[in-house]
């Protein structure tokens, strides 16, 4: 069975950028992919992209093109996520989740990694 | 973007009973649809996909159903470790989420 686990949580100034990690075991990791999602607050959940663990391929969601850079580590099956030019509403707890493909369901899911951004 | 809109946004239920819970998406997502069960504190837990398949592990007495833009997830016999968010997923499109439903404990 595959289990994710991500890296601690994080405080960060506006401005600033956050990487995230989740590595991956139990399974072959260059047959997944992984995507990342967060929820806010109060708000629900949104997906943000998905990476090939097999190729390094990525799709971003349009709200984060330009912001979020999504890479893969085989050699330590460790996906990670860095968020660019944070704002107070990238507050947030932020889930890895093995998909196969960008639209695609996800299971299972990482704990989750909670980044505040505050000043 | 599909807009995906969950009704009730809570649920009393009490336990044994059974609940019945409604997705429905903004455009047809064909059978392009997954349940999640989320509790604080944990990872989301997939428990349907393609809309009325369980995931491995999951008990039967959650169902799903529906096609196209009307979907619905059914606990026949809610159990103590039941109550949560629960939230559909569409994958038709980029993944889009409903805002979940609460199933509380009446």
């Known amino acids: 069975q595959v289990q994710l686990v991500q890296s601690g949580a994080e405080v960060k100034t506006p401005g600033a950028s956050v990487k995230v990690s989740c590595k991956a075991s139990g399974h072959t990791f260059s047959i997944y992919g992984f995507s990342w999602l967060r929820q806010a607050p109060g708000q629900g959940l949104e997906w943000m992209g998905w990476?090939?663990?097999?190729?390094?391929?990525?799709n971003y969601a349009q709200k984060f093109q330009g912001r979020v850079t999504m890479t893969t580590d085989s050699s330590t099956n460790t996906v990670s996520m860095e968020l660019r030019s944070l704002r107070s509403d990238d507050t947030a707890v932020y889930y890895c989740a093995s998909s196969v493909s960008a639209w695609d369901f996800f299971n299972p899911w990482g704990q989750g990694t909670l980044v505040i951004v505050s000043s | 973007e599909i807009v995906m809109t969950q009704s009730p946004a809570t649920l009393s239920v009490s336990p044994g009973e059974r609940a019945t819970l409604s997705c429905r998406a903004s455009q047809s997502v064909g059978g392009n649809l997954a349940w999640y069960q989320h509790k604080p504190g944990q990872a989301p837990r997939l428990l349907i996909y393609?809309?009325?398949t369980r995931a491995t592990g999951v008990p039967a007495r959650f169902s799903g159903s529906g096609s196209g833009t009307e979907f619905t997830l059914t606990i026949s016999s809610l159990q103590s470790e039941d109550f949560a968010l629960y939230y559909c997923?569409?994958?038709?499109?980029?993944?889009?989420f409903g805002q979940g439903t609460k199933v509380e404990i009446k």
């Open positions: 393609v809309a009325s």
């Open positions: 997923q569409q994958y038709n499109n980029w993944p889009t």
């Open positions: 990476t090939s663990s097999f190729n390094a391929n990525a």
